[in-house]
């Protein structure tokens, strides 16, 4: 199989680094592409570095621009690597432009598109993240939801079944395996007191309005603790656009920071404040209090698991709630000890399993649906004694959903039915 992989801004390099290692290991030769939507050393290379991947075999080089500009350049300089390689399946992770960009010159050309972190909904249509992993969901032949309820949300848009594997996130795997390399390697504590909270930002409905951001910084003003800022150069342009910089000169503002560095860093933290996706999760897989800095979350399941509370943007509840994680004391501890929901750190293992044997089954070819003989129903059926007993897998029809007790679960090939049950079916 001949994989093409676009990875193109630091948290892509970070979250496809376990699939590119895997193939690695079992010799499966891909074609590494980044588009150039992160093209500053410390945001693109140092990433290569210290994750020890190899340099792209191309680089599209899109820059920075408007969401239009950086999608459509991206989009028809892939359309020609794609003609050129020819790949079996292109694979891309993630919610950025260069994913929207990537799903949607593969499949136009016919080409199956697999999409790492599928799923995930934050159901704001104000984020240009949202607009992107819906549409490269829709474009997707393979679907690689992290966790039971992305899978859920994909099946409420109508993806089969079929297309979907719950496999965790690869996040884990990059955490676990590089962690213990930033303890030996990286000095960042000795540069900084022993207690601190971490801040990262660079959401653009945060940082771009003035209105947002000045209560941001209005709250961490006033927070006493020692905050390390590595700052995204969004975000330090913006704080310079809107005169708001020197109101931080009391916290650590520091430079974007290498992988190896920030992962230490954040996993002795204290707590974390941040609007970023990835943080969140790695937050709850190294145990640290998080505080999203946003009105919604794309990862619901970091909240439930008592690991992150969302905080909203303005100044008066973020510091509320910095207030309430940091001095309950039975809350803190709560959320110390919750448990990681995004699988055991095998993701990327699996992720590649299961592409190299859909190739070999020609599972990832783009097929057209035969109404000739009929269209396709979705119906909710009760699980009657017929039913009752019956695996999935053995059906001969597809399962969307079951419900039970008011509660949506995914259909396993291997789940049992069950009388009293409600089932959403696909008859072709
Ligand atoms: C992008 C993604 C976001 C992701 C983030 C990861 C989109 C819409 N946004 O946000 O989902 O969470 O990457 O960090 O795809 N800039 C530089 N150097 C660079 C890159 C950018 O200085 O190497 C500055 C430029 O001023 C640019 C701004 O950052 O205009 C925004 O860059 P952009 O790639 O559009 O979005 P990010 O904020 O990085
Ligand atoms: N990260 C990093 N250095 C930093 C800030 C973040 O290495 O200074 C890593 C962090 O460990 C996480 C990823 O970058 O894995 C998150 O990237 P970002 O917040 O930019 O994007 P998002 O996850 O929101 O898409």
New binding site residues.
């Given amino acids: 199989m001949k994989p093409l992989i676009v990875a193109s801004t630091?948290?892509e390099l970070?979250k496809l680094s376990p699939v590119m290692r895997e193939f690695d290991r079992r010799g499966v030769k891909y074609v590494f592409v980044t588009t150039g939507q992160h093209y500053d050393k410390l945001l693109f290379k140092t990433f290569i570095d210290d994750l020890e991947l190899r340099e792209p075999d191309y680089d599209i080089k899109v820059g920075s621009g408007s969401q239009a500009y950086q999608t459509s350049l991206a989009m028809v300089e892939l359309e020609k690597i794609m003609e050129g390689e020819k790949p079996d399946v292109t694979i891309a992770e993630?919610d950025t432009n260069s994913v929207l960009s990537t799903s949607l010159a593969a499949v136009k050309l016919h080409m199956p598109f697999a999409h790492v972190e599928a799923g995930l909904r934050s159901y704001d249509r104000n984020m240009p993240e949202e607009i992107n992993r819906i549409l490269a969901d829709h474009c997707s032949e393979a679907l690689f939801a992290p966790t039971e309820k992305a899978a859920l949300n994909l099946i409420n848009e109508a993806i089969p079944p079929k297309k979907i594997h719950i496999v965790g996130n690869t996040?884990v795997d990059a955490t676990l395996q590089n962690l213990a390399i930033a303890r030996r390697k990286s000095r960042i504590l000795e540069k900084f007191p022993k207690e601190y909270l971490v801040l990262?930002l660079?959401r653009a409905e945060n940082v771009d309005s003035y209105k947002t951001l000045k209560g941001i910084v209005d709250a961490l003003t006033k927070i006493k603790e020692n905050i390390i800022f590595?700052v995204?150069p969004r975000t330090e342009k913006m704080l310079q656009k809107f005169k708001l910089l020197d109101r931080l000169k009391k916290k650590f503002l520091i430079q974007?920071?290498?992988?190896l560095d920030?992962?230490l860093l954040?996993s002795r933290a204290k707590a974390v404040l941040t609007d970023?996706?990835?943080?969140q999760e790695?937050a709850v897989i190294l145990k640290v209090p998080c505080i999203t800095l946003r009105n919604t979350t794309e990862r619901p399941e970091t909240v439930e698991a008592g690991g992150n509370v969302l905080a909203g943007v303005e100044g008066s509840r973020i510091l509320e709630k910095v207030d309430l994680v940091l001095n309950d004391r039975k809350l803190y501890k709560k959320m110390r000890r919750a448990k990681n929901p995004f699988g055991d750190g095998k993701t990327g293992k699996r992720i590649v399993k299961i592409l190299l044997e859909k190739h070999e089954k020609g599972e990832l070819e783009i097929s057209s649906p035969d109404f000739t003989q009929g269209f396709w129903k979705r119906e909710f059926i009760a699980v009657d004694s017929k039913l009752h007993g019956k695996k999935i897998r053995n059906l001969n029809f597809d399962v969307l959903k079951i419900i039970e007790n008011e509660r949506e679960k995914y259909p396993y090939e291997d789940a049992k039915l069950k009388r009293g049950q409600v089932i959403e079916i696909l008859r072709r």
């Fill in positions: 630091r948290p970070i993630g996040v990262t660079h590595p995204h974007p920071l290498g992988y920030f992962i954040l970023s996706g990835g943080i790695e």
